[in-house]
Each structure stands twice: as C-alpha cells, then as structure tokens.
Nanobody, 122 residues
Framework: QVQLVESGGGLVQPGGSLRLSCAAS????????MGWYRQAPGKQRELVAV???????NYADDVKGRFTISRDNAKNTVYLQMNSLKPEDTAVYYC????????????????WGQGTQVTISS
C-alpha cells in the first residue's frame, strides 16, 4: 500500500506565503510524476503544478511566477512554495503521485493525498 500525507496548509492574508509538503510512503519502487491539484468550493479539481522525476515542471497559467514546485526523490517528497497568495487561491490542495509499487512493478498507478485546506483571507 502507498500513502501520501500532505502538510502545510492554513490561513494567510493576501500577499502572504505558504509551503505545502507531501510525503509518500509504503511499498514504493519508484515515483514518476508528482503534482499538486486544488479544488475550490463548487468547482472541479484542477492542476496547479506537476514535476517529473527529472525535475521538469509545468504550471497552471494563473500560478506561474508565484508558485514553485520541487521534489526530493530521496525522501519521496514533493513541495509547493506559494507566494503572493490571492483570495482566489483558496481551495483544498491535493497531492498526487504516479507510483510503481513493489507489489506490482509492471504497473504505474496514481495515488492521492487526503487534501489540505488553504485559505487566503484578510
């Protein structure tokens, strides 16, 4: 089994910063892409940022220049540094990882974290 555990959410004022972390653990052989998604009330879940195992990155247009995704492959951890936060960034943020599990090394499977609330408000 594979688990993703997020941390770092909270309440900050507009213009502030937060750093999210997501650690993967369990029967992991390797991890391919890791990413962050978010879901605001009444909206669909959307991609925020994704990073490959080789650290190539891709961002949603509305977070480019404000958010930075990074990863530590030795720790199976992905981070999201969020700066210049806006009220419209308010959402539940979910971590995603595409994992090759020890129990089934022939298959790539996506796993999700439980989500962490990010609220931007004055």
């Amino acid at each position: 089994q594979v688990q993703l555990v997020e941390s770092g959410g909270g309440l900050v004022q507009p213009g502030g910063s937060l750093r999210l972390s997501c650690a993967a653990s369990g029967s992991i052989l390797s991890i391919n892409d890791m990413g962050w998604y978010r879901q605001a009330p009444g909206k669909q879940r959307e991609l925020v940022a994704v990073i490959t195992r080789g650290s190539s990155t891709n961002y949603a247009d509305d977070v480019k220049g404000r958010f930075t995704i990074s990863r530590d492959n030795a720790k199976n951890t992905v981070y999201l540094q969020m700066n210049s936060l806006k009220p419209e960034d308010t959402a539940v943020y979910y971590c995603n990882a595409v994992v090759v599990a020890l129990t089934n090394p022939a298959r790539l499977r996506p796993y999700w974290g439980q989500g962490t609330q990010v609220t931007i408000s004055s």
